[in-house]
């Protein structure tokens, strides 16, 4: 008797409460969703990583200059001290994305880590909120090529 290896098939899409999922079909079995947050983080070394973060129920968070201003201040001192090589930059009015070149994952974490909960706690005790200010964890993408 021999065994067939069943064959995987792979899909992401948007759930409609907007997060990204991935399906995977096996076709002896029912299909099975898993959630972004659950899959290790794709990481290349020594490659530039496309980073993007959005906001809880595309809430604003730049009304002002000032608002700009202080997540780059924000994020050029944690990037001094991780020592993040960092090609882009483009920060919209309720999401953001960079562009970051590492060395390792847990120093990518890190810093996404650092600049961001800095940033919220600010942003927070500036307007008078609580609790978290982005959706998710942030989402990130190697950039080979």
Do not use: W
């Not at 919220?120 to 959706?135: C, D, H, I, Q, T």
Request: with cysteine; proline share 3%.
């Amino acid at each position: 008797m021999t065994i067939k290896k069943s064959k995987k098939i792979y899909f992401s899409f948007l759930s409609p409460f907007g997060d990204l999922s991935y399906i995977f079909v096996d076709l002896r079995q029912k299909p099975q969703v898993c959630n972004y947050e659950n899959r290790m983080r794709r990481f290349i070394p020594d490659e530039v990583n496309h980073v993007y973060q959005r906001t809880r129920n595309g809430f604003n968070i730049f009304y002002d200059l000032e608002d700009y201003l202080v997540y780059f201040t924000i994020f050029s001192v944690s990037v001094q001290k991780y020592g993040v090589v960092v090609l882009g930059l483009c920060l919209m009015i309720d999401h953001l994305h960079m562009l970051i070149k590492t060395g390792n994952r847990v120093t990518l974490s890190e810093f996404v880590r650092q600049v961001t909960s800095v940033f919220v706690m600010e942003y927070n005790a500036s307007s008078g909120r609580k609790g978290p200010l982005f959706a998710h964890r942030f989402g990130s993408a190697p950039k080979v090529g």
